[in-house]
């Protein structure tokens, strides 16, 4: 460990669904429904699950053979209003950014959600005062490995070590992409084979966001 790493800037950028929050029920309503609007068979709730953390565009790719943004367009229709209510914050996570904001951790969200939705959930599960940012799919940001992205957070965070944080391994690509280190997290679909495999970039896998202490995040460093 870097002896200095203490009196340095480290931002944390978290996923949302599976890292931070459980939305899964509001995320399977929103995906049936956008299926029943246009006379798709509806999935069981656990084909849906394993996709979480894709693009939304994407998840409806593998299912069904229309434009995915119009079953992208119906889902978000009914997420709004329904499904965004229909989450609740994964164990310990209230505690766990406590103790890093209080350890002087900058914290961020990026997320496949629309930007405003997943402003929108923070607010509602009461951990958007935590975060400097939240980034989202939005006109600049079409996926978490887009340009912009990179862009932005070179732009804003020049200064800052980053560590990425997720469940999924498009986070770990995202941590790929910034040449910086990863936190994977086993609250999602994912194994811990998973999420380590590779040697890009530094990584750790934990069981939860709960088992991230600063010690174990200055140890990336």
């Known amino acids: 460990m870097n002896v200095n790493i203490k009196n340095q800037k480290i931002l944390l950028s978290f996923d949302l669904d599976n890292t931070l929050i459980n939305n899964r029920e509001g995320i399977v309503n929103s995906f049936n429904y956008a299926l029943k609007k246009y006379n798709i068979p509806t999935l069981e709730p656990s084909e849906i699950e394993k996709m979480i953390g894709t693009p939304l565009d994407d998840m409806f790719k593998e299912v ?3 434009n ?4 992208s367009s119906a889902f978000r229709e009914y997420y709004r209003e329904k499904g965004i ?9 209230i505690e766990a950014l ?3 904001k209080q350890s002087n951790f900058t914290l961020g969200v990026i997320t496949s959600k629309r930007q405003e939705l997943a402003v929108k959930i923070t607010k509602i599960l009461g951990i958007f005062k935590y975060f400097d940012y939240v980034i989202g799919e939005s006109e600049n940001v079409k996926s978490k490995l887009d340009p912009n992205l990179k862009k932005q957070l070179h732009n804003e965070y020049s200064e800052y070590k980053i560590v990425i944080i997720g469940d999924h391994p498009k986070d770990k690509e995202l941590a790929e992409s910034l040449n910086v280190p990863f936190i994977g997290v086993l609250t999602g679909n994912h194994s811990f ?4 495999s590779g040697d890009a970039v530094k990584t750790l896998v934990v069981e939860s966001v709960k088992d991230l202490f600063p010690n174990l995040i200055y140890s990336l460093f």
């Open 64 to 66: 069904a053979n229309i």
């Open 68 to 71: 995915p943004q119009d079953l």
């Open 85 to 93: 209510h229909q989450g609740s914050l994964l164990p310990g996570i």
């Open 98 to 100: 406590d103790l890093l």
């Open 193 to 196: 084979e998973e999420l380590r």
